[in-house]
DNA sequence: TTTTTCACCGATAGTACTATCGGTGAAATT
DNA sequence: AATTTCACCGATAGTACTATCGGTGAAAAA
């Protein structure tokens, strides 16, 4: 065992750090309701009147929470995006499109359960995140199917596209989740689905273009 | 006016639909953290204490409130079946597929807020009634589709076919609350992407089984 | 008419959580 | 070595909600 002669701010970092890890762990099986100062504390094994030493008040953490949310989310898409652009084909690239959002999401399932959770309550202090995550998430994807050729040039078409971001991302996350909860054993399948459902979308997409170039 | 000598069971009756009607509201508004005695009681124009002349407890309200959910799902999925048969062309019908639930979605979104939150909530008393319903309405969904023709033979079809439910599900819903929330003005936009998507999928399936039938 | 029933009331005990307080000891500074 | 700083502690006042109590008056039953 290594000896731990932390400094002081050293040591009050770490238990910030166990403060929301305990937070996180918490937010994910209990809820935003079952979150309180009691629990985390204790969680993270200092005194209920401690938790006020770190943050201001539950929100506060909340906040931070958020805070890192976002910072991992820009990170994971920036690299998803370079991943992807290593495929040799087209094919390759669209597929990896679905692959690796629903490789990072069965990675940390927790962080989209939280997220779709507070997405739909209005009491949530994380709504305005899941709000911002979401509307990123799918600007995101809209870019990669505008970079697979199906770029969108009136008001129309771009609000197809959109759309079609949106719906995909939410079969992403619901084959995401049904994997999880064991009902689709195979991630590859979900993967063929989705690659199928986004064909079918941007065969509309491509049809119009011909129309209006007829 | 009409005058109301309401007989004492008739009058009870009353306060008991008041006080179901304001749950559903605070519900949708404030989400299961902020439905209380204290507000549904208020709202319904009645002592707090006297909330429990009508209800064990607020568990013993939502489970009248899931109950009820369950019956209005089972006749609108019903009534969506027949509607859509009326579609004269195959076409039609699969666009009626699409149209019916989006505009269920849009008469009474309250209701699918309420499900979504709870869905993912692990702390909500309505989780196992939301679950249910997701189920219940992925395996209508996937009889709609084996009813335009795509029968799945093998496990693994049955299995692809349950998973296009799911993710043309979750984007149907997707798409309404963009609708709900003025992102996609158009609704038929909306049928026509889900349309597209399925048919994209339908096309993986038919490849599938033309594969095994050389 | 007399008696019983019961939906509703106000009061209140009990529970859970928040947020602040002064006190303590060890680390950091002087 | 003396002093200061501060992360943490236990105690507790304040707040919000739950669930039960006995009381009341009007409807229903006798």
């Given at each position: 065992m290594t000896s731990t002669p932390l400094s002081r701010s050293e040591a009050k970092d770490l238990t910030r750090r166990k403060l929301i890890k305990a937070a996180l762990a918490i937010l994910d099986e209990e809820g935003e309701a079952g979150l309180t100062t009691v629990k985390?504390?204790?969680a993270a094994g200092i005194a209920q009147s401690s938790f006020y030493v770190h943050f201001k008040d539950m929100q506060d953490l909340l906040r931070e929470l958020a805070e890192e949310g976002g910072r991992r989310l820009r990170r994971a898409m920036r690299e998803a995006r370079s991943k992807a652009r290593e495929a040799p084909s087209d094919l390759d690239r669209h597929r990896e499109t679905f692959r690796i959002p629903l490789e990072a999401i069965c990675r940390h399932p927790e962080l989209l359960?939280?997220?779709m959770r507070a997405k739909h309550d209005p009491s949530s202090s994380l709504r305005a995140f899941a709000l911002e995550t979401s509307a990123a998430y799918r600007e995101h994807h809209a870019a990669d199917l505008a970079?697979?050729?199906y770029t969108a040039d009136d008001e129309r078409d771009r609000r197809r596209l959109e759309m079609i971001a949106e719906g995909i991302n939410a079969?992403?996350?619901a084959l995401a989740m049904g994997h999880l909860e064991g009902r689709y054993p195979d991630l590859e399948e979900a993967a063929d689905i989705l690659v199928a459902l986004s064909r079918g979308a941007l065969r509309l997409l491509r049809s119009s273009a011909a129309e209006r170039s007829t």
């Open positions: 985390v504390a204790k359960r939280i997220q970079a697979l050729g079969a992403t996350n």
